[in-house]
Nanobody, 121 residues
Framework: QVQLVESGGGLVQAGGSLRLSCAASGSIFSFNAMGWYRQAPGKQRELVATITNGDSTGYIDSVKGRFTISRDNAKNTVYLEMNSLKPEDTAVYYC???????????????WGQGTQVTVSS
């Protein structure tokens, strides 16, 4: 089983910065892509940023130039550096990891518990 533990959320004023971390632990054969999703009240969960094993990254348009995703494979940790935060970035942010628990297993999705990010105007 894989556990994802997130940290780094909080309350910040518009224009401020936060750094989210997500550490993966447990019995795992291999990690694939990792990413961050967010869900604002009354809205569907959306993909914010992803990073592959080869460090290729992708972002939704609304965060390009402001957010940076990175990973430390030695620590099985993914980060989301968020700068120039806006009130519309307010949401619960979820870490996602695609991984194989065994060599013979298909790739599965694992989720963190979520961390609240609130940006005040």
């Amino acid at each position: 089983q894989v556990q994802l533990v997130e940290s780094g959320g909080g309350l910040v004023q518009a224009g401020g910065s936060l750094r989210l971390s997500c550490a993966a632990s447990g019995s795992i054969f291999s990690f694939n892509a990792m990413g961050w999703y967010r869900q604002a009240p009354g809205k569907q969960r959306e993909l914010v940023a992803t990073i592959t094993n080869g460090d290729s990254t992708g972002y939704i348009d609304s965060v390009k130039g402001r957010f940076t995703i990175s990973r430390d494979n030695a620590k099985n940790t993914v980060y989301l550096e968020m700068n120039s935060l806006k009130p519309e970035d307010t949401a619960v942010y979820y870490c996602n990891c695609k991984a194989k628990p065994h060599s013979y297993s298909p790739v599965r999705d694992y989720w963190g518990q979520g961390t609240q990010v609130t940006v005040s105007s």
